[in-house]
């Protein structure tokens, strides 16, 4: 079985200030993980992704993610916030073999100027 | 390139009134997912297809059907649409054996 546990439904953070993300995801098996955004009325849209190598993953928009298997981690972290940050971030985890991913309940965050 | 269409985007029901949700991907995937989105509760499994002729059922199948008659369509049916189906539903593709997921921009979907 495979999930994926979110903190903090939602999350304010300043402009110009570190933003953190947690994930933690169970897997019997190897897993690649994600992270989606989505904005107001759109679609998920795929930020990062770590499924074999480089354990330091690095996104768009300026973001990045560390997968750490002793913690069964994978945070996202961005290092300076901006206001086109605001949105909806979900952390998702796939076992190798599986087809189906498994989704964290998502963060809301949203950005003080 | 499109990528992942749902229409309708928006759609009101009445409680016992039926629709079908329309997904199409211009990708030539092979898998296709439905999910449905509600506050809180991240996105959930409704049904998924591994390929044209098959599906499966996801977390929250009951009260919904599905069907892939073509590769590039992947219909989401209600039968008897209820309250507890009022939610944002998104349609998601990807190829087989790859990563990651494309999604669709979502139906929002209320019923009276």
């Known amino acids: 079985a495979q999930s994926v546990t979110q903190l903090g439904s939602h999350v304010s953070v300043s402009e110009g200030a570190l933003v953190l993300l947690r994930c933690n995801y169970s897997s019997s098996v190897p897993p690649y993980l994600f992270w989606y955004v989505q904005y107001p009325n759109q679609g998920l849209q795929l930020l990062l992704k770590?499924?074999?190598?480089?354990?330091l993953v690095k996104g768009i928009n300026g973001f990045e993610a560390e997968f750490k298997k002793s913690e069964t981690s994978f945070h996202l972290t961005k290092p300076s916030a901006h206001m086109s940050d605001a949105a909806e971030y979900f952390c998702?985890?796939?076992?190798?073999?599986?087809?189906?991913?498994?989704f964290g309940k998502g963060n809301q965050v949203v950005v003080i100027p | 390139n499109a990528g992942v269409t749902q229409t309708p985007k928006f759609r009101v029901l009445k409680t016992g009134q039926s629709m079908t949700l329309l997904c199409a991907q211009d990708m030539n995937h092979e898998y296709m997912y439905w999910y449905r989105q509600d506050p809180g509760m991240g996105l959930r499994l409704i049904h998924y297809?591994?390929?044209?002729?098959?599906?499966a059922k996801g977390e929250v199948p009951d009260g919904y059907n599905v069907s892939r008659l073509k590769k590039q369509n992947f219909l989401l049916g209600l039968e008897s649409a209820a309250p507890s189906q009022t939610s944002v539903y998104f349609c998601?593709?990807?190829?087989?054996?790859?990563?990651?997921?494309?999604f669709g921009d979502g139906t929002r979907l209320s019923i009276l």
């Open positions: 770590y499924t074999t190598g480089a354990t």
């Open positions: 998601a593709s990807k190829k087989q054996g790859g990563q990651p997921q494309h």
């Open positions: 297809s591994v390929g044209e002729g098959t599906t």
């Open positions: 998702a985890v796939l076992s190798y073999g599986n087809n189906r991913l498994a």
